[in-house]
């Protein structure tokens, strides 16, 4: 039996051993060479293009020769106004990679000797970068459709007589929440977060192109698919697949979101879940890559996503 690619060298190229044996100019130049890779690490100036650039090596910024103007590498990006060094930021990068199911906050805090807000932050600004990579996709051929509930656990009492049904509504906290997925098959997952599944169904409107095999279980609101898709149906009162029809692999990303937040983080507000199930997609999506290519990835795609409005200030008790 052939070895499974995660078991496999080729899916480690990138550990936290070499990344701090290297150090911080390493570190550095990785940084550089993924905000500038046209330049193969030289730097451009982010406000008017200008590739004449002075390098302030004391304070390790560039000061453009047209506009005048001092940069760094992280200037504009999520990571501007970083407190981290860069072998820091890489090694953390790294471990948030390596975790297949999710890293907590907490783990990633200890293991960099941080507080657990600086993890905190910096995990969900990495996520906004998960997300920006998935923002303007959309999903053609043969997509399955599917949504979960996540939260909004409703403890029973302890006596007998003093329980309730907790499936009705009445009796629910308000802070359940429902993730519906678009994965196309051999392509890319898509996630978003409602209140009710039933407001999947113009997500999928707007992100699966007309025309497209559109493949949901029995529930009744995805019948208003019909009139723009190729509708295949699923009931799984029957089967999980009947006839090659099924949605087992919106089912697998739920298996896997699923765990990452009962096993990682254990609970998830609502607010944040949006965050959570992009990162579940990112890591399903890019499976078979090895861990340094992930890393660059990330890397790349944060240094290409301009300043988090939600989580900027955030230490100035401008919470998101």
Same mark, same amino acid.
């Given at each position: 039996?052939?070895?499974?690619?995660?078991?496999?060298?080729?899916?480690?190229?990138?550990?936290?051993?070499?990344?701090?044996?290297?150090?911080?100019?390493?570190?550095?130049?990785?940084?550089?060479?993924?905000?500038?890779?046209?330049?193969?690490?030289?730097?451009?100036?982010?406000?008017?293009?200008?590739?004449?650039?002075?390098?302030?090596?004391?304070?390790?910024?560039?000061?453009?020769?047209?506009?005048?103007?001092?940069?760094?590498?992280?200037?504009?990006?999520?990571?501007?106004?970083?407190?981290?060094?860069?072998?820091?930021?890489?090694? @953390?990068?790294?471990?948030? $990679?390596? *975790?297949?199911?999710?890293?907590?906050?907490?783990? &990633?805090?200890? =293991?960099? %000797?941080? !507080?657990?807000?600086?993890?905190?932050?910096?995990?969900?600004?990495?996520?906004?970068?998960?997300?920006?990579?998935?923002?303007?996709?959309?999903?053609?051929?043969?997509?399955?459709?599917?949504?979960?509930?996540?939260?909004?656990?409703?403890?029973?009492?302890?006596?007998?007589?003093?329980?309730?049904?907790?499936?009705?509504?009445?009796?629910?906290?308000?802070?359940?929440?429902?993730?519906?997925?678009?994965?196309?098959?051999?392509?890319?997952?898509?996630?978003?977060?409602?209140?009710?599944?039933?407001?999947?169904?113009?997500?999928?409107?707007?992100?699966? @192109?007309?025309?497209?095999? $559109?493949? *949901?279980?029995?529930?009744?609101?995805?019948?208003? &698919?019909?009139? =723009?898709? %190729?509708? !295949?149906?699923?009931?799984?009162?029957?089967?999980?697949?009947?006839?090659?029809?099924?949605?087992?692999?919106?089912?697998?990303?739920?298996?896997?979101?699923?765990?990452?937040?009962?096993?990682?983080?254990?609970?998830?507000?609502?607010?944040?879940?949006?965050?959570?199930?992009?990162?579940?997609?990112?890591?399903?999506?890019?499976?078979?890559?090895?861990?340094?290519?992930?890393?660059?990835?990330?890397?790349?795609?944060?240094?290409?996503?301009?300043?988090?409005?939600?989580?900027?200030?955030?230490?100035?008790?401008?919470?998101?």
């Amino acid at each position: 039996m052939a070895q499974h690619f995660l078991l496999s060298a080729a899916a480690r190229t990138l550990s936290l051993k070499s990344i701090f044996s290297e150090g911080e100019e390493a570190a550095y130049y990785r940084f550089c060479r993924l905000r500038w890779p046209e330049t193969d690490g030289e730097p451009v100036c982010p406000t008017c293009g200008c590739i004449d650039i002075y390098d302030v090596t004391t304070r390790r910024r560039f000061k453009c020769a047209a506009c005048h103007r001092q940069f760094s590498v992280t200037s504009g990006t999520v990571f501007a106004s970083r407190k981290l060094s860069f072998v820091d930021l890489l090694g @953390a990068i790294c471990l948030f $990679v390596n *975790a297949s199911k999710g890293l907590s906050a907490v783990q &990633l805090s200890r =293991d960099l %000797d941080v !507080q657990h807000k600086t993890a905190f932050v910096l995990m969900h600004k990495l996520r906004e970068a998960m997300m920006a990579e998935t923002r303007d996709i959309g999903l053609d051929g043969e997509v399955e459709v599917d949504g979960a509930a996540f939260g909004g656990h409703v403890r029973p009492a302890n006596l007998r007589e003093d329980r309730v049904d907790r499936r009705r509504l009445a009796n629910r906290s308000g802070k359940r929440r429902v993730v519906v997925v678009l994965r196309q098959r051999g392509g890319r997952i898509l996630t978003r977060t409602f209140l009710r599944e039933a407001q999947g169904v113009e997500f999928a409107r707007e992100r699966i @192109a007309r025309g497209a095999m $559109v493949a *949901a279980d029995e529930v009744t609101h995805w019948d208003l &698919l019909e009139t =723009d898709f %190729d509708m !295949q149906r699923i009931n799984h009162s029957e089967g999980y697949s009947v006839a090659g029809v099924h949605t087992n692999l919106a089912e697998s990303f739920f298996s896997r979101l699923r765990r990452m937040i009962g096993g990682q983080h254990l609970k998830v507000e609502g607010r944040y879940l949006d965050a959570y199930a992009a990162h579940a997609a990112w890591l399903e999506d890019h499976r078979e890559e090895s861990n340094g290519r992930l890393a660059d990835r990330l890397i790349g795609g944060a240094l290409a996503s301009p300043v988090s409005r939600s989580w900027k200030g955030y230490w100035q008790r401008r919470a998101a």
